[in-house]
């Protein structure tokens, strides 16, 4: 996977919150865990911070971390000036996901439109160590995630490194697309209502936080069916040369962030579906793989009666 080389990337929808600066004042409280106020890995890490002694309750105490304090405004101007083309993409990392960025809301904005709904994108956040959100205040540890609160993603980019050295994924821009592109998805399930459906806190197999994010990997999977199709403002598709090895990769990287997964290999060992928040390995792929293979949106329903989850 590449994209366009001469491409024009847009900034206006990303806060670069890494310079800010923000220091501990403030920053206390709880980041919110279920009904998709955490994302890819978030109810998972915070599953392993209470039965590895940290965290507790209902949410990840995060009190003192660094990020925007009360009054201060988001810094743009890094990425702004840096991630002006498809050629920063292909090199540097924050353009990458400014690309990606660019291509979700490219293909959820004509999505809604031929479904005559009006597609609000949310803000993107590159953040560093904490930051301050809607949700609460919430550190790197949490991984990437989306506050329904404020209807914003939240991404500290170090935690690419952390997929393939502590969780041992492939890596490449297609699996860290996916990461993006599951956030993304989470926003979508804000704007149609689904977050709604789901108590926070609950766990389980068949719980509504395990469909929740299941759904979220199939929307990934729709987004990357049109990955290549989607355009840029010239007309000329903004991603091009998927191939077999980037969806394996996005697979693998799914496969790596399933509850059963970080149980028994970071978790100490025992798997315990009663503990399930995002869903297994086997179920991550087969929602993702459904999305892409169908490209259709409506075939991620992970709420009907009787659905077969996986």
Do not use: K
């Amino acid at each position: 996977m590449r994209f366009d080389e001469n491409a024009q990337l847009d900034t206006s929808q990303i806060d670069d919150l890494r310079g800010s600066g923000g220091g501990g004042g403030g920053l206390g409280g709880r980041v919110a865990v279920g009904g998709g106020g955490l994302g890819v890995v978030g109810l998972i890490l915070y599953f392993l911070l209470s039965q590895l002694g940290g965290g507790g309750g209902v949410g990840v105490d995060l009190g003192g971390l660094g990020g925007l304090e009360q009054g201060q405004s988001a810094d743009t101007s890094q990425a702004a000036s840096s991630c002006r083309t498809g050629g920063e993409a292909n090199t540097e990392l924050d353009c990458e996901v400014v690309a990606v960025v660019n291509s979700l809301d490219g293909y959820w904005s004509d999505t809604f439109a031929r479904s005559g709904m009006t597609y609000q994108p949310p803000r993107t956040n590159f953040f560093s160590g904490g930051v301050r959100t809607g949700c609460g205040s919430a550190s790197s540890a949490v991984g990437p995630f989306y506050c329904p609160a404020d209807q914003e993603v939240y991404i500290d980019l170090s935690f690419f490194q952390e997929l393939e050295t502590r969780f041992g994924a492939e890596g490449g821009p297609f699996a860290r697309a996916y990461v993006i592109a599951h956030e993304y998805g989470h926003h979508i399930q804000a704007l149609l209502g689904t977050s709604e459906r789901v108590r926070a806190g609950e766990t389980g197999p068949t719980s509504g936080s395990v469909r929740l994010e299941l759904q979220a990997d199939c929307y990934a999977g729709v987004w990357a069916n049109h990955a290549e199709s989607v355009p840029t403002a010239s007309g000329e598709p903004l991603i091009v040369g998927v191939t077999r090895d980037d969806v394996a990769a996005a697979l693998d990287t799914a496969a790596r962030i399933g509850d059963d997964y970080i149980q028994s290999q970071l978790g100490g060992g025992r798997v315990d579906e009663s503990q399930f928040s995002h869903g297994s390995s086997e179920q991550r792929e087969r929602w993702y793989t459904t999305g892409y293979e169908t490209g259709d949106p409506a075939r991620c329903d992970t709420f009907s009666r009787g659905v077969d989850l996986g």
